[in-house]
């Protein structure tokens, strides 16, 4: 069972006089009271309530919500993995957490060396030797490789190449990056087996051509295993490789990206290494790439001299600044310690047991869900409700009825190319047991599905907040809390 809403909130808490800290007395000169009439003429209408009040609303309220702490949260290609709480307790020193952007950086050298040394991690990772930590996020980091591979092309006097091939599977992000770095899509259907077919890629490329982008595993959890072959062609018309390696959680120690003929690559840390990273942030994109590509990343990058740290700037043909200071820090600082904590083995470990749970997922899954494309997957296997649509009960009214069992939906209707999609990653920190509790449930949601659909489409039923208008939420969202004094 969900808990109930809360009795009261915060303002209706409220007692006046009542409070949760007490403040010293000053002890320094009162400053110039600011002019009348920039002062309010009545009290501000906060709650005053006791620290014990705040901790049981924040408490309260942080269980309203889902999230991994609390139970199974299958999203596929977000990869909401367990956050190992060590990540926390390091992050959380004050020698990092403290520590000023503006603080010279010789007596940063500590931060500095966690940021280095995360690079140096991320290279031996995707096999690549250069590397920028800046950008802030999966899809800023697919706007820097775009930026370096079109700078190259400029700076090698060729202005015309403007096309970037990406197969019909790919994630949202890649052709709004496309647009923005002002190139043209060009997109490319997948094969019958969900892969794409370098006889298309050969049909697509010519010496307009900037680069192909394409996710390994693509998005319907399948790998491409044609990569070599498509790699060959773009280089041979002049392009350039991107990965979008928002999700390495099936690769890690088993394979890596530059072997694969990639040039340049994304990785999502806040998703494979690990930060919460639910309501949109914050995350880190670092960008990997080939010693052709590495005089364009952003300046400045970090140098290791004689034991020293420091920033490198003079890089004539960077793609310039790209973020404010040293990029997300604290996420990047949680991702070196979950490689550190999980060391090669472990990370191995990490990978294999993805595959291994989605793989379950997909066989045991398959009794009551179509599997469009069913080949062997890697981390995520992507069903299609299409089965209980028919009959009345669409792959969102299947994830709003999982909310009832207290785990979080799928993604649904991603891929495209799926009709009905519902794309499940499991990751590699779920037990056996709650994979089984999964299937059990999923199976009961089928039958329902199949025996009463009506029922489905007003689920939930257990959540605080019931069945939304998604589009006047979306359009019309009431997110502010207004107090009635
Ligand atoms: C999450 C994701 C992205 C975008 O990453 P953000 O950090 O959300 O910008 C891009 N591609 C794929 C395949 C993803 O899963």
Known sequence: MQNPMPEKLLYELSAHGRRGVRLPVSDVPAAQPLPKKLRRQTDAPLPEVSENDVIRHFHRLSNLNHHVDRDFYPLGSCTMKYNPKINEQVVGNANFAELHPYTPTRYAQGALEVLYELGEQLKAITGFNAVTLQPPAGASGELTGLMLMKKYHEDHGDRKRKKVIIPDSAHGTNPATIKLAGCDVVELKSGDDGTVDPEEVRKAVDDQLVGMMITNPNTLGIFESNIQEISKIVHDAGGFMYMDGANLNALLGITYPAKMGFDVMHINVHK??????????????????????????????????????????????????????????????????????????????????????????????????????????????????????????????????????????????????????????????????????????????????????????????????????????????????????
């Open 272 to 485: 494979t290494f690990s930060t919460p990273h639910g309501g949109g942030g914050p995350g880190a994109g670092p960008v990997c790439c080939v010693d052709a590509l590495e005089p364009y990343l952003p300046t400045p990058i970090i140098r290791k001299e004689e034991d020293v740290f420091f920033h490198d700037w003079v890089r004539p043909k960077s793609i310039g600044k790209l973020q404010g200071f040293y990029g997300n820090f604290l996420v990047l600082l949680r991702a070196y310690t979950y490689i550190l904590a999980n060391g090669k083995d472990g990370l191995e470990d990490v990978s294999r047991a993805a595959i291994t749970n989605a793989n379950y997922l997909r066989i045991l899954l398959q009794k009551d869900f179509a599997l469009p494309f069913p080949d062997r997957c890697l981390h995520e296997v992507v069903f299609s409700a299409d089965k209980q649509a028919k009959n009345g009960a669409r792959a969102l009214d299947i994830a709003k009825r999982l909310l009832d069992f207290g785990m979080h939906a799928p993604t649904v209707y991603f891929p495209l190319i799926v009709h009905e999609a519902m794309m499940i990653e499991p990751t590699e920190t779920e037990t056996k047991e709650t994979l089984d509790r999964f299937i059990e449930i999923m199976h009961k949601i089928s039958e329902e599905a199949m025996t009463k659909p009506e029922f489905l489409r007003d689920a939930p039923y257990n959540t605080p907040v019931k069945r939304l208008d998604e589009a006047a939420a979306s359009r019309k969202p009431n997110v502010r809390w207004t107090a009635k004094s």
